[in-house]
């Protein structure tokens, strides 16, 4: 199993991103879904999980600006942020479950700034 995050990239403060992540596996167990977050000299945290059905769940600080979304026939994971803002910055991970199995990908950078 294989991620490629994508999407990423440099934008000012109030503007929006979707991050999307690829998830490269023949297998059809492709269960729950979640992108995660690392600011620079910080944990990571979770920004955001989504069941295979759908079902959705966030970071107490994350629902109002963040979607989380995913497109099981293509095996895509999609994130959309809106209002981004300067603290928004850090490295954006998927992760998800296949079977019993969790996988993480290389994640990709936003960076907020004027």
């Known amino acids: 199993v294989q991620l490629q995050a994508s999407g990423g990239g440099t934008v000012q403060p109030g503007g929006s991103l979707r991050l999307s992540c690829e998830v490269r596996t023949n297998s059809s167990r492709l269960t729950a879904a979640a992108w995660h977050r690392q600011a620079p000299g910080k944990q990571r945290e979770l920004v955001a999980q989504i069941s295979r059905s759908g079902v959705t769940n966030y970071a107490d600080s994350m629902k109002d600006r963040f979607a989380i979304s995913r497109d099981n026939a293509k095996k895509m994971i999609y994130l959309q942020i809106n209002s981004l803002k300067p603290e928004d910055t850090a490295v954006y991970y998927c992760?998800?479950?296949?079977?019993?199995?969790?996988?993480w990908g290389q994640g990709t950078l936003v960076t907020v700034s004027s």
């Open positions: 992760n998800v479950a296949v079977g019993t199995n969790s996988y």
